[in-house]
């Protein structure tokens, strides 16, 4: 399929200002990473100039291989730091967020896959600033690995479906829409504000959306998220389509009615965008 020119609504804001700046200085002093970067978010100038970014923990190393995703990847990930959850507590209380929202890369090569860094780092955070509200957005735990996580009981637990059903091979071979939905089925069993987001622009259609969608509700998801798919780089698939706004519109129409609390629809829409908004809403 030959590339799709990219169509006007598509601008992104260039970073700029003294929060960018501050938040630029903070994650590097204490030597964080954030998905913003590694995953070339469309939205850095838009949420590092509001003071804000999406931590990525556990290393810039992933152990699975989705195309779509321009993270790096191997076999195994870096070495696990100890010290890496009162580093990220220190920078959440040194910008001053009310919000923080942690994501990871996989981590297959571990014991746990990372679940009890996971709670490590909310831990840490709550220690520090027990006002703090913290979202996860986490790989495809369940059962035990989910318990970690749980127990130390994230206000939002997010964990993405990333595409429809007959497109899940953009994914790691690891990975499947039904396994995500017992991730997100279990959470919200227990009670937990629930969150998935999907790329749009892979190639699917309307009513694969919408079956996706009504899927997520039945697993007890609250909050949906839907964006465009951008290509990274060159390595990642092609785009098949750019949607319109109008079109993301209908969705989040459509979303409230099927019974989400949230839906935040919108090209540059990602799980973490606008995260303390969604999860106020929810
Ligand atoms: S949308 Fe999320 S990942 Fe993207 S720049 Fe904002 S905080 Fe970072």
Redesign the pocket.
């Known amino acids: 399929m030959p590339a799709q020119p990219k169509p006007s609504w598509l601008k992104v804001r260039l970073p700029h200002g003294a929060q960018w700046r501050n938040v630029e200085e903070v994650l590097a002093t204490r030597r964080l990473h954030?998905?913003?970067d590694e995953?070339r978010?469309p939205?850095?100038g838009?949420?590092?100039g509001a003071g804000?970014?999406?931590f990525m923990i556990m290393g810039d190393i992933c152990t699975r291989n989705c195309r779509f995703c321009a993270v790096a990847t191997a076999r195994n990930g870096v070495p696990l730091d100890p010290e890496e959850p009162a580093r990220l507590a220190d920078a959440v209380r040194t910008l001053g967020l009310r919000y923080a929202?942690i994501t990871s890369v996989d981590r297959d090569d571990l014991p746990d896959r990372g679940a009890s860094h996971f709670a490590a780092c909310i831990r840490a955070i709550r220690a520090d600033a027990p006002d703090v509200r913290v979202e996860v957005l986490i790989p495809d735990y369940v059962d035990q690995e989910l318990e970690i996580v749980l127990a130390v009981a994230p206000d939002v637990l997010a964990h993405n479906v990333e595409t429809v059903r007959r497109l899940q091979q953009v994914r790691d071979h690891r990975a499947s829409f039904d396994k995500s939905l017992t991730t997100l089925r279990q959470a919200a069993a227990r009670g937990l504000v629930t969150k998935s987001s999907l790329l749009l622009g892979l190639g699917e259609q309307r009513e694969e959306v919408h079956a996706a969608m009504r899927e997520l509700r039945e697993a007890g998801v609250s909050i949906l998220v839907l964006g465009q798919y951008l290509r990274p780089t060159p390595a990642q698939v092609e785009v098949a389509e750019y949607i319109h706004p109008d079109t993301f519109k209908e969705y989040e129409t459509e979303g409230l009615a099927m019974g989400f609390t949230t839906v935040v629809a919108a090209p540059f829409a990602?799980?973490?965008?606008h995260a303390r908004e969604a999860w106020e809403q929810s």
Not at 270 to 273: I, K, P, V
């Open positions: 954030t998905v913003c995953a978010c939205n850095k838009e949420c590092w804000t970014a999406t929202v990602r799980t973490s965008y």
